[in-house]
């Protein structure tokens, strides 16, 4: 098999092959160890997750078209299911948008407004891929969290993907 090729469909295929081992793991473990608060930047496992779910919705409706300038808060998805709803959807949201990314209009410049309401500008085919790198840093995050209590996160390291689909291919 040849490699898969180096794109924002191939990058964000693995993102949400990465985020469904992530939910995998979240479900396997007590509620209580899902909402224990246990310090550093994201207090707790459902915060990082509901972060998470949250940014790649917004993300979502930025490049839609339409302002986002909030995340969903634990609050608003208080369960494991509402934060993996709510980022099904986001991803599903990319999914439609991808195939209409071109060369020339990830090359060109993208605006949107930050959570601040600030409007801000970078490439398209950066923020694009800033959504998958946000992404693997709370992923990261999550997978430290979960060890911590005591458990064991599915890896979700590209090669690991990789080495699955090269296990798939004819």
């Known amino acids: 098999m040849s490699d898969p090729p180096d ?23 007590p509620e209580s160890d899902y909402v224990k608060e246990q310090g550093g930047g994201w207090p707790s496992l459902r915060a990082t997750f509901v ?32 934060a993996a709803r709510l980022l ?31 409007p801000k500008t970078a490439p398209f085919g950066v923020v694009v891929r800033h959504v998958v790198n946000h992404q693997t840093y709370h992923r990261g995050q999550i997978a430290a969290m979960v060890r911590r209590l005591g458990h064991a996160p599915r890896s979700t390291d590209m090669v690991v993907w990789g080495i699955e689909i090269s296990a798939r291919a004819p």
Do not use: I, M, Q
């Not at 339409?66 to 969903?72: H, P």
């Open 51 to 82: 972060h998470l779910a949250g940014a790649t919705d917004a993300w979502a409706e930025r490049f839609s078209g339409r302002d986002a300038t909030r995340l969903a808060t634990v609050d608003e998805l208080p369960r494991l299911e509402d």
């Open 88 to 118: 099904l959807a986001a991803e599903a949201k990319h999914a439609r948008l991808l195939p209409g990314y071109t060369p020339e209009g990830l090359a060109g410049p993208f605006t949107w407004k930050n959570l601040k309401g600030e």
């Open 7 to 29: 794109d924002v469909v191939s990058l964000y295929a693995y993102n949400v092959w990465a985020n469904a081992r992530v939910v995998a793991t979240l479900r396997e473990l």
